[in-house]
């Protein structure tokens, strides 16, 4: 054997004797450490996962209400993980545009997103329970629904046939009906208009003589002004003064029939939500329940706050629809919701046990938040 190759041999024997060493060494202190740590009453150090993720979200970025409760639950996440879970937020437009963010998290473009299910109804009829339906429920009774009614177990199945895993995660509370040029006194008067209003609302609308057209929250103030629709409706007083829709129209109708809740949906990619350790699944369910109770709150304080602004600043005129119409409104929407349970089974079991809730819940608001409200409106009024 030549010099060379004994030493070159005796150097790599060597390095791999010593990297054994070191191996034996680093597991023996382990080792070590481990039962120090149960000697002394104190459990040992653990090397924990760290994760970042991108959210899309259908909103302005830092947009009040929307946009805000989007990075309010990021924030929360990395909070309460201790930053083994990062999440950045994109807005609308910055990474995919608004209407794409169901896509998005499902193609794996972004790990999550910030969104409402009823703009993927054209992806399953079911998706609209799950966010709002016309005449449907009110912010206490879907998450009743959702919690305990077996709502959630039902949008686990529709979403896992995308790969997706979904959890409320902020509502807007009631919405008002909308911003009119001119007034609405009859059936009439919805006959040829075009307005903005998204998920099945859109099929009521249509059938009551006015076109629906439905557009991220971006695109309505230009449209009104350039004349592309007629009326819109967005959320409430507070997002609405934000947009400035008072200095186009000034007719404002409320309350809507259209969303009596309006559920915003923290979507996950099903991969990347599998991949968590059980400890941040937890922590991100407990990030959007919080989110959950938070934002609904946010939105009826200020939506109180904005509402003599639009009145008493800037002359909006507060108006209700006639009772025919809002009877007219119920009638159909309950007509389309009930077609579009016929859909597919999936979307027939939704309805069934989603309506079966409503019935529940109806008997007993009488004797509940709707009975207290009327006693009391009755009483200060």
């Not at 009829?125 to 009743?144: D, Q, Y």
């Not at 995308?162 to 009906?177: E, I, P, R």
């Not at 507070?238 to 008072?246: K, V």
Request: net charge neutral; aromatic share 12%; proline share 5%.
């Amino acid at each position: 054997m030549e010099r060379r190759t004994f030493v070159s041999g005796a150097l790599a024997g060597g390095v791999i004797a010593g990297i054994a060493g070191l191996i034996a060494g680093k597991r023996n202190q382990e080792t070590q450490t481990r039962e120090s740590a149960q000697r002394n009453g104190t459990p040992p150090v653990v090397v924990q996962d760290r994760f970042e993720w991108k959210m899309v979200t259908s909103w302005p970025k830092n947009f009040p209400g929307g946009g805000t409760t989007a990075q309010y639950i990021a924030d929360l996440i990395e909070s309460m993980s201790g930053g083994r879970l990062k999440i950045k937020l994109y807005g609308a437009g910055e990474l995919v545009p608004a209407f794409e963010v169901f896509d998005a998290v499902r193609e794996g473009t972004a790990e999550c997103g910030h969104s409402a299910s009823y703009y993927w109804v054209a992806k399953h009829k079911s998706f609209p329970f799950f966010c709002s339906v016309p005449g449907g429920l009110t912010v206490a009774e879907h998450n009743a629904w959702l919690q305990y009614g077996g709502g959630q177990e039902l949008w686990d199945e529709a979403y896992g046939e995308f790969g997706l895993k979904a959890f409320a995660a902020g509502n807007t509370g009631v919405q008002m009906g909308g911003w009119f040029r001119k007034p609405i006194h009859s059936l009439q008067d919805f006959k040829g208009i075009k307005m903005r209003i998204p998920g099945l609302a859109a099929e009521v609308i249509n059938r009551m003589g006015a076109t629906a057209v439905n557009m991220p929250g971006g695109e309505i103030m230009p449209s009104l002004e350039s004349g592309v629709i007629d009326a819109a409706e967005w959320v409430g007083p507070w997002n609405d003064l934000t947009f400035g829709f008072h200095k186009v129209a000034k007719n404002y109708y409320g309350p809507g029939f259209h969303e009596g809740s309006t559920c915003n949906e923290f979507m996950m990619n099903r991969g990347a939500w599998d991949r968590l350790p059980q400890d941040l699944k937890d922590i991100v369910y407990a990030a959007c329940i919080t989110c959950n109770n938070h934002a609904p709150a946010e939105y009826f304080a200020r939506n109180a706050e904005s509402l003599p602004i639009l009145v008493n600043k800037h002359g909006v005129e507060i108006r209700s629809y006639p009772q025919d119409i809002i009877t007219q409104m119920y009638k159909i929407s309950r007509d389309v919701l009930e077609e579009t349970a016929q859909e597919d089974s999936l979307t027939n079991r939704v309805y069934s046990n989603w309506s079966k809730f409503q019935q529940l819940s109806m008997d007993y608001q009488p004797l509940s938040n709707y009975g207290f409200i009327k006693d009391r409106s009755k009483a200060y009024n």
